[in-house]
């Protein structure tokens, strides 16, 4: 497998996702025992609940890897681009509402302030994420302008490296169970 550009910034894209899918599933967590929690103030709760919505969003997001769309069109598919743009819109809605929230507390720390602090850092992690996507996405559409054979290739490893079939889908989640295609 050679050092082609096509087939990093695709591996890095694939691996941005998975980052901010493990990332909103700890948010998930912590928000989820925040709110639990009998001592959460009210005034966070609306915090609370916002991450809370956005992680439960981003868990099934993780699907297929992004490929591309064909040989002489590199750029991702429309689905992926379209998910991108209302993860890059949400989560900066959700880092909002907790850095909101915190900034109006005292100095004293209690252990759910802690938790939305570790919050916050993971949304702003989750922006950082969404730019590294988009950057993938601008640097494989000046992809294009290289050949035709370069470009062939590149997508020949793409679709060999993150070609995976599903074989079976649980009705009670997203639990899906991935074949390598020979």
Same mark, same amino acid.
């Given at each position: 497998?050679?050092?082609?550009?096509?087939?990093?910034?695709?591996?890095?894209?694939?691996?941005?996702?998975?980052?901010?899918?493990?990332?909103?599933?700890?948010?998930?967590?912590?928000?989820?025992?925040?709110?639990?929690?009998?001592?959460?103030?009210?005034?966070?709760?609306?915090?609370?609940? +916002?991450?809370l919505v956005?992680?439960c969003?981003?868990?099934?997001?993780?699907?297929? +890897?992004?490929?591309?769309?064909s040989?002489?069109?590199?750029?991702?598919?429309?689905?992926?681009?379209?998910?991108?743009?209302?993860? *890059?819109?949400?989560?900066?809605?959700?880092?909002? *509402?907790?850095f909101?929230y915190?900034?109006?507390?005292?100095?004293?720390?209690?252990?759910?302030?802690?938790?939305?602090?570790?919050?916050?850092?993971?949304?702003?992690?989750?922006?950082?994420?969404?730019?590294?996507?988009?950057?993938?996405?601008?640097?494989?559409?000046?992809?294009?302008?290289?050949?035709?054979?370069?470009?062939?290739?590149?997508?020949q490893?793409?679709?060999?490296?993150?070609?995976?079939?599903?074989?079976?889908?649980?009705?009670?989640g997203?639990f899906?169970?991935?074949?390598?295609?020979?």
């Amino acid at each position: 497998m050679g050092h082609n550009i096509i087939l990093m910034q695709y591996c890095r894209a694939a691996v941005a996702g998975i980052l901010r899918w493990i990332s909103s599933c700890v948010i998930l967590g912590m928000t989820a025992s925040c709110f639990a929690h009998e001592a959460t103030p009210k005034q966070a709760r609306v915090a609370i609940i +916002f991450n809370l919505v956005c992680a439960c969003l981003h868990i099934p997001l993780l699907g297929p +890897f992004p490929l591309p769309v064909s040989e002489t069109k590199l750029r991702p598919r429309s689905w992926y681009v379209g998910v991108l743009a209302i993860s *890059t819109l949400i989560w900066p809605a959700a880092a909002g *509402t907790l850095f909101a929230y915190l900034f109006s507390l005292s100095r004293e720390k209690s252990p759910i302030e802690t938790r939305l602090d570790v919050c916050a850092a993971l949304d702003i992690t989750n922006i950082a994420l969404c730019a590294l996507q988009w950057i993938m996405i601008f640097k494989v559409k000046k992809t294009e302008r290289f050949g035709e054979r370069y470009r062939a290739i590149g997508y020949q490893q793409v679709q060999e490296l993150f070609e995976i079939r599903v074989i079976h889908r649980n009705l009670l989640g997203y639990f899906i169970v991935v074949q390598q295609v020979d």
